[in-house]
């Protein structure tokens, strides 16, 4: 059974961002798939601090380099070297879910084209993904927008930008964004809804048709 993490990036509780997320995960649950959401408002409590101990992570990366038979000799306080300590306590554990996670959607309001300042650090500190092995890689996301006016779609394609980065699919169909500033008759919003749903199902679908696959498939890359 997939499982599939919402993140609900508005400040406010109960607003329309909460519920296109909500469709969005019962869509996933239609096809199987065991969802949690979790509001990064009760989670992020600080800015990003945009520090990443260069020297500590020059001696894991030279260590990951290595032939595997000099790994065995190196001492063990070098190889477990990490960066966790730089990463706050509840914002570490979201991205240690997000990690063993097989998909996640995020959905925020819209400010100036761009996600909330919760989202925005939940993404800065994925940096991170660099030095924790690219555990990202091969996991499925979607993103969903609420705008008043404008800037809905530059604001998923910012959020998709970063995982895509970190080796994230994105299936189809997976880029939503409401705009509350056009009104709408109750015949016009159905589709909307079914959008919001297909969201859910297309990124339980594409979780699925990984976890099947060779591993070659889901972790295709450099990385």
């Known amino acids: 059974m997939p499982k599939i993490i919402g993140f609900d990036g508005s400040p406010f509780e109960g607003g329309t961002t909460s519920k296109i997320l909500a469709n969005a995960l019962k869509g996933a649950e239609s096809i199987g798939a065991e969802t949690k959401t979790i509001r990064l408002k009760d989670i992020i409590t600080e800015p990003f601090h945009g520090i990443i101990n260069p020297v500590m992570l020059k001696k894991a990366n030279l260590y990951l380099a290595l032939p595997e038979q000099l790994k065995k000799l190196v001492p063990q306080q070098v190889t477990a070297a990490t960066t966790d300590h730089l990463i706050p306590g509840p914002i570490l554990r979201v991205i240690e879910e997000m990690e063993s996670a097989d998909g996640f959607i995020i959905a925020t309001p819209t400010w100036w084209g761009m996600p909330s300042d919760h989202v925005k650090v ?13 555990r990202l890689q091969g996991k499925v996301a979607g993103f969903m927008a609420v705008c008043e006016e404008d800037g809905g779609m530059q604001n998923c394609m910012l959020m998709a930008n970063m995982l895509n980065h970190a080796g994230v699919f994105v299936p189809p169909y997976c880029m939503f964004f409401c705009n509350k500033g056009i009104e709408h008759k109750d015949s016009e919003t159905a589709w909307a809804e079914k959008d919001q749903e297909l969201i859910g199902r297309n990124v339980t679908r594409l979780a699925k048709i990984l976890a099947a696959a060779d591993s070659s498939i889901a972790r295709w890359g450099y990385k």
Do not use: I, P, S, V
């Open 122 to 134: 939940l993404l800065n500190f994925l940096t991170m993904e660099e030095y924790r092995g690219w």
